[in-house]
């Protein structure tokens, strides 16, 4: 039988105890007045989070959706703080303008005046999803439905990914664009080939966020949250499926290391400092 050297068994079980080292503390949940919860975003500059609420029908364009705000303590500062949405989903910041994945299109909402500023149509949407933003001026939105992600720049959309299986969570990380597909977490290449980063994470990956170190959290819909490694291993860290509690597109505070958590048919947010 061939013989492992010392040193490098040490290091391996070093490296296992590291993967199995990371827990979830909760700070606080929300009241259950928000309105199907589907995914939160921290604003760094002011301080507060945005929630898109689903209320009506999951893809319906009915007019029922809503963007609220809560504070960092977890106090609903405005339940329906813009309103008359559809079905509004991923949600990103882009130079002080707020981006929504919604049937309409991509909704542009200025934060400091409160109000939508545009509607940006996407040719051929049918099931706009996850947001995600470059930092400077280019806006990434998948198409769950069309199993596509688009790139918008300018008011105008191109496709980047398409013939995918089911996209759903996006995040552009130090020059990478990364999604979110077949129960896996891909980094996107330049050619537009997918490289899986973790794989095996069944009942519909929803957020995802990069929390330093090369590190990754992704939440899975039905219920679970996953630390991801660098190299890939990864962790379960929260479980909800026994008791239906959802952890749909989840927003992330690196200076405090919490991740906040919407539960979709509970109506809550629920805040977890990652240790």
Request: glycine share 10%; net charge negative.
């Amino acid at each position: 039988m061939k013989k492992i050297p010392l040193a490098l068994a040490l290091f391996a079980a070093a490296v296992s105890a590291h993967a199995e080292s990371r827990a979830l503390e909760k700070l606080w949940e929300t009241e259950a007045a928000l309105k199907v919860p589907e995914s939160v975003l921290y604003d760094a500059a002011r301080k507060v989070l945005y929630v898109s609420n689903i209320d009506g029908e999951s893809w319906a364009a009915d007019g029922k959706g809503s963007i609220a705000k809560v504070g960092l303590d977890g106090k609903i500062i405005a339940a329906e703080w813009i309103t008359g949405l559809d079905c509004p989903k991923g949600l990103a910041l882009d130079g002080g303008m707020l981006y929504v994945g919604d049937a309409k299109g991509l909704i542009v909402i200025d934060v400091e005046k409160g109000v939508i500023v545009d509607t940006i149509k996407i040719d051929g949407a049918v099931g706009l999803n996850d947001v995600a933003s470059d930092g400077h001026g280019t806006v990434y939105v998948s198409d769950m439905k069309a199993r596509k992600v688009h790139a918008v720049k300018d008011g105008k959309a191109n496709i980047v990914l398409e013939n995918l299986d089911n996209p759903n969570g996006v995040l552009f990380h130090q020059g990478a664009l990364y999604v979110l597909d077949k129960d896996a977490l891909h980094r996107v290449a330049e050619d537009h080939s997918l490289k899986a980063i973790a794989t095996d994470m069944p009942g519909g990956v929803d957020g995802v966020e990069a929390i330093g170190g090369g590190d990754f959290l992704v939440s899975v819909w039905s219920g679970a949250l996953w630390y991801i490694q660098a190299d890939g291993t990864k962790q379960l860290l929260f479980d909800g499926k026994a008791d239906q509690t959802r952890t749909a597109d989840i927003g992330w505070d690196p200076a405090t290391r919490t991740v906040y958590v919407p539960t979709f048919g509970k109506n809550t947010v629920v805040a977890f400092k990652v240790e």
